[in-house]
């Protein structure tokens, strides 16, 4: 069943609302938003163009353990600007293991240059526990006749 269900999937039950920062935002003010949103990443925009990614490993390694200042930082500085992405119609299989290769947890989904939603990894695992959960189910009710 995960081999053929598309991420829009995910993206119909959790929405496609994403959170970006422009590239010349403080990071200080990036996590900020990340804190204030529950998120771990966030796209980086300029305009209605996907430039990168910044993320609290991004933080972490690039800022904090360098010393440099949040504060003094911005975000172009220091985004992952390779971003490895997918689209709608590529399989919840396919997002796992480019997620996994590549060593993200946040997939930025985009129709042509559009971004049309994220993914994270959680997104996926729980989509996964569901679906199989519902496999079970209808094998267990398929034995007992129900």
């Known amino acids: 069943m995960i081999a053929t269900v598309t991420v829009s999937s995910i993206l119909s039950s959790k929405g496609s609302r994403i959170w970006s920062v422009e590239p010349e935002t403080t990071v200080f003010d990036a996590i900020k938003t990340m804190a204030d949103k529950n998120v771990g ?3 980086v925009m300029e305009g ?14 690039k800022v904090a353990l ?3 200042s949040s ?4 975000v172009r500085e220091i985004l992952s600007p390779n971003v490895v992405s997918a689209t ?3 399989t919840i299989e396919v997002c796992m293991r480019l997620m996994t290769e590549n060593r993200v947890r946040h997939l930025p989904i985009v129709e042509g240059e559009t971004v049309v939603g994220v993914v994270s990894i959680g997104d996926l695992v729980n989509w996964t526990i569901s679906a199989q959960h519902a496999a079970i189910e209808q094998l267990e009710n398929y034995i007992t006749g129900l």
Not at 71 to 74: E, F, K, L, S
Request: net charge positive; proline share 4%; no cysteine.
């Open 88 to 90: 709608p119609r590529h």
């Open 48 to 61: 209605e163009k996907l430039v990168g990614v910044i993320s609290e490993r991004d933080y972490t390694r």
């Open 66 to 68: 360098k010393g440099r």
């Open 71 to 74: 504060r003094d930082t911005t």
């Open 41 to 43: 990443a966030l796209l």
